[in-house]
């Protein structure tokens, strides 16, 4: 038996990169006396919207709301659009579920359908079979940093008339078409900051939309419904106590603290993508010989944010998943698996009397896919470590 002291350092399966600068600016907020919601969230989305698309560059401008997570911007986004009781509204089962809870709160029904088995992302002709009278909106995943196809699912949803949502938590910086997720011609996009995202603020994410209306709504919602931001109300020359509830809202404001710390790891955004991608390129090369079902890479002029790097077990792999996640953890390698498909949770498998033989794609993936550690904070010797195990589980 091995004693736990003969076992290998743990090489955690994702790591933030906090730098001396975020640090800086944390302390300068601490020190400012403005710790909520104030000129730093302000400041942080309009540096996101020109990081997406320079100003000018699009027929109307593009703005971004920053908001405590990804999972309350696709609330608002949901919300600003009109989806409510009696609508559906139809996403991936392969997903978090945050990317369906949303719908739920709002009192609408998720129609979840499966994958395309090369991307991992919503299959759009599952998409157009699942339309019915009822559907309100399309919600595609952006997964592992990799694209969905935006270009025939955008047109499915004009010809249907239908909203588009995107789920950008995976997606930055990712881009479609020559263009950035955040940019094409969908109602809003939301991307993620949490702790494990390519960039981070701790918790939170950024809603991006072109429609002035949502945008509009959007604000006033994630805030209680009142119509004026504390910051505005506290900090004018002739400060003003009055103000005003024109709904009934959330509380999904992003902090001054947290917005300090993705000023500038916005910064280094390029900067990690080239990073991960070049990861990535490792193990491509190192695993090209063993029986496993490499990601997808990005089309020809078009990024990949490299989220994840998911692995799947081939079909003439004589190993299960979990022993190969098991021989991975044995050898300190931190891996996870994404994602357990909705239609196998209790909560989305009850409600709508889900099977997987309704998602043979999804559930193929599910039951074969290792997600292996991809991070900017990873050093050569820790790539070694990890193409090292992933060879050995092989024999190779």
């Given at each position: 038996?091995?004693?736990?002291?003969?076992?290998?350092?743990?090489?955690?399966?994702?790591?933030?990169?906090?730098?001396e600068?975020?640090?800086?600016?944390?302390?300068?907020?601490?020190?400012?006396?403005?710790?909520?919601?104030?000129?730093?969230a302000?400041?942080?989305?309009q540096?996101?919207?020109?990081?997406?698309?320079?100003?000018?560059?699009?027929?109307?401008?593009?703005?971004?709301i920053?908001?405590?997570s990804?999972t309350?911007g696709?609330?608002?986004?949901?919300?600003?659009?009109?989806?409510?009781?009696?609508d559906?509204?139809?996403?991936?089962?392969?997903?978090?579920?945050?990317?369906?809870?949303?719908?739920?709160?709002?009192?609408?029904?998720?129609v979840?359908?499966?994958?395309?088995?090369a991307?991992?992302?919503?299959?759009?002709?599952?998409?157009?079979?699942?339309?019915?009278?009822?559907?309100?909106?399309?919600?595609?995943?952006?997964?592992?940093?990799?694209?969905?196809?935006?270009?025939?699912?955008?047109?499915?949803?004009?010809?249907?008339?239908?909203?588009?949502?995107?789920?950008?938590?995976?997606?930055?910086?990712?881009?479609?078409?020559?263009?950035?997720?955040?940019?094409?011609?969908?109602?809003?996009?939301?991307?993620?900051?949490?702790?494990n995202?390519?960039?981070?603020?701790?918790?939170?994410?950024?809603l991006?939309?072109?429609?002035?209306?949502?945008?509009?709504?959007?604000?006033?919602?994630?805030?209680?419904?009142?119509?004026?931001?504390?910051?505005?109300?506290?900090?004018?020359?002739?400060?003003?106590?009055?103000?005003?509830?024109?709904?009934?809202g959330?509380?999904?404001?992003?902090?001054?603290?947290?917005?300090?710390?993705?000023?500038?790891?916005?910064?280094?955004?390029?900067?990690?993508?080239?990073?991960?991608?070049?990861?990535?390129?490792?193990y491509?090369?190192?695993?090209?010989?063993?029986?496993?079902?490499?990601?997808?890479?990005?089309?020809?002029?078009?990024?990949?944010?490299?989220?994840?790097?998911?692995?799947?077990?081939?079909?003439?792999?004589?190993?299960?998943?979990?022993a190969?996640?098991?021989?991975?953890?044995?050898?300190?390698?931190?891996?996870?698996?994404?994602?357990?498909p909705?239609?196998?949770?209790?909560?989305?498998?009850?409600?709508?009397?889900?099977?997987?033989?309704?998602?043979p794609?999804?559930q193929?993936?599910?039951e074969r896919?290792v997600s292996?550690?991809?991070?900017?904070?990873?050093?050569?010797?820790?790539?070694?470590?990890v193409?090292?195990?992933?060879?050995s589980?092989?024999?190779?």
């Open positions: 038996m091995t004693h736990p002291s003969d076992r290998p350092s743990f090489l955690p399966f994702a790591q933030p990169d906090i730098g600068d975020e640090i800086a600016e944390v302390v300068d907020t601490l020190r400012s006396g403005w710790i909520t919601t104030g000129m730093k302000k400041r942080f989305e540096d996101f919207a020109a990081y997406l698309e320079p100003a000018g560059a699009g027929a109307a401008p593009l703005e971004a920053a908001v405590n990804a309350a696709l609330h608002l986004a949901l919300e600003a659009v009109g989806v409510g009781a009696g559906e509204v139809i996403t991936t089962t392969h997903t978090f579920t945050a990317t369906a809870e949303v719908v739920r709160y709002l009192g609408a029904d998720v979840l359908v499966d994958i395309d088995p991307t991992m992302t919503l299959d759009p002709d599952a998409v157009e079979a699942a339309i019915t009278a009822r559907t309100k909106a399309i919600v595609p995943v952006h997964f592992g940093g990799l694209a969905a196809p935006m270009g025939r699912l955008l047109d499915i949803a004009a010809r249907r008339k239908l909203h588009v949502i995107e789920d950008a938590a995976h997606a930055l910086p990712t881009s479609f078409g020559g263009r950035a997720i955040g940019t094409l011609a969908s109602d809003a996009a939301v991307f993620s900051f949490y702790a995202k390519n960039i981070t603020t701790g918790e939170g994410g950024m991006v939309t072109r429609d002035a209306e949502l945008a509009h709504r959007a604000k006033v919602m994630r805030l209680h419904g009142i119509s004026r931001d504390a910051f505005d109300r506290f900090t004018a020359k002739t400060p003003s106590w009055y103000y005003e509830v024109v709904a009934p959330y509380k999904y404001n992003l902090t001054d603290i947290a917005a300090a710390i993705g000023l500038h790891q916005l910064k280094r955004a390029d900067a990690f993508q080239q990073r991960r991608a070049a990861i990535a390129a490792r491509h090369a190192a695993f090209a010989d063993l029986p496993l079902v490499l990601p997808a890479d990005a089309p020809a002029g078009d990024v990949h944010a490299w989220h994840l790097y998911v692995a799947r077990l081939a079909d003439d792999a004589k190993l299960e998943r979990d190969f996640v098991e021989h991975l953890f044995q050898r300190g390698i931190g891996v996870s698996v994404h994602y357990i909705l239609h196998l949770q209790p909560y989305w498998r009850e409600r709508y009397r889900l099977r997987p033989e309704q998602f794609q999804s193929r993936a599910y896919m292996l550690p991809v991070y900017p904070k990873m050093g050569e010797a820790d790539i070694e470590r193409v090292e195990a992933v060879r589980a092989f024999g190779a």
